[in-house]
């Protein structure tokens, strides 16, 4: 099974399934019908007025905008268009941080070229490292199968790249490694609508249990920063 090496901010290299051909293929032809099917209902409802310019204007205006559908799915729903939620998979940044509307952007102009190569297209996913069109080695993305279980990164995942790292919270050195991975799950969690309610709450546990006074303005920023100082401890050698 191909995988795909994301080497976070923090300095972890998670290593996650990434995307098979089919996989992307069933989820292109998914959005394409939802885009064909749209297409149609919008000439249907609007041939009636076809004969007024400003008509056929709007028309044109919104199948152009409809074209961008991947696009905003992408933006809008962590990476996934309707065809990649059914069939489990998102885009990735390869660094681990979340992709920006602007490499979701590059993807999306990059795909007409990825299409109109056809085979070398696909070429490229096959054997580039990390399965990458060329929308994604523009762009710095992937794309993985999403992991419908909390991730685990266990100390061997470890990669600490940084040796000029400046420790913030000596007390990170005190945690377990089951309560790093519980700070690792969290932060890298795919569930939009708990996460943020699952990192405020988990910050505020690790404040209380560390006997720390948060520097960092959000409890992410603190849960980050608290993770990069237990690898620093955890790896440092003395």
């Given at each position: 099974?191909?995988?795909?090496?994301?080497?976070?901010?923090?300095?972890?290299c998670?290593r996650?399934?990434?995307?098979?051909?089919m996989?992307?293929?069933?989820a292109?032809?998914?959005?394409?019908?939802i885009i064909?099917?749209?297409s149609?209902?919008?000439?249907?409802?609007?041939?009636?007025?076809?004969?007024s310019?400003?008509?056929?204007?709007?028309y044109?205006?919104?199948?152009?905008?409809?074209?961008?559908?991947?696009?905003?799915?992408?933006?809008?729903?962590?990476?996934q268009?309707?065809?990649?939620?059914?069939?489990g998979?998102?885009?990735?940044k390869?660094?681990?941080?979340?992709?920006?509307?602007?490499?979701?952007?590059?993807?999306?102009?990059?795909?007409?070229?990825d299409l109109?190569?056809?085979?070398?297209?696909?070429?490229f996913?096959?054997?580039t490292?990390?399965?990458?069109?060329?929308g994604?080695?523009?762009?710095g993305?992937?794309?993985?199968?999403?992991?419908?279980?909390?991730?685990?990164?266990?100390?061997y995942?470890?990669?600490?790249?940084?040796?000029?790292?400046q420790?913030?919270?000596?007390?990170?050195?005190?945690?377990?490694?089951?309560?790093?991975n519980?700070?690792?799950?969290t932060?890298?969690?795919?569930?939009?609508?708990?996460?943020?309610?699952?990192?405020?709450?988990l910050?505020?546990?690790?404040?209380?249990?560390?006997?720390?006074?948060?520097?960092?303005?959000?409890?992410?920023?603190?849960?980050?920063?608290?993770f990069?100082?237990?690898?620093?401890?955890t790896?440092?050698?003395?």
């Amino acid at each position: 099974m191909a995988q795909t090496s994301i080497i976070t901010g923090q300095y972890v290299c998670i290593r996650q399934p990434a995307a098979t051909v089919m996989q992307r293929f069933v989820a292109f032809l998914i959005d394409s019908a939802i885009i064909w099917f749209a297409s149609l209902s919008i000439a249907a409802i609007m041939s009636p007025f076809f004969s007024s310019e400003p008509a056929i204007a709007f028309y044109l205006i919104l199948q152009m905008a409809l074209l961008m559908y991947p696009f905003a799915m992408e933006v809008f729903n962590n990476g996934q268009s309707v065809g990649k939620m059914a069939v489990g998979i998102k885009v990735a940044k390869l660094d681990g941080s979340k992709p920006s509307i602007g490499s979701y952007l590059l993807r999306w102009l990059l795909l007409l070229v990825d299409l109109l190569m056809g085979v070398v297209g696909l070429t490229f996913i096959i054997f580039t490292k990390n399965s990458q069109r060329l929308g994604d080695l523009a762009a710095g993305t992937t794309v993985v199968k999403v992991n419908r279980q909390n991730p685990s990164i266990s100390f061997y995942d470890l990669y600490y790249t940084n040796p000029n790292y400046q420790p913030t919270y000596p007390e990170a050195a005190n945690l377990s490694m089951r309560q790093f991975n519980l700070i690792a799950r969290t932060l890298y969690s795919t569930n939009n609508k708990m996460r943020e309610i699952d990192i405020n709450m988990l910050g505020n546990k690790v404040k209380n249990f560390l006997s720390v006074n948060p520097k960092e303005g959000t409890a992410e920023d603190f849960l980050t920063t608290i993770f990069n100082d237990f690898q620093y401890y955890t790896t440092k050698v003395v």
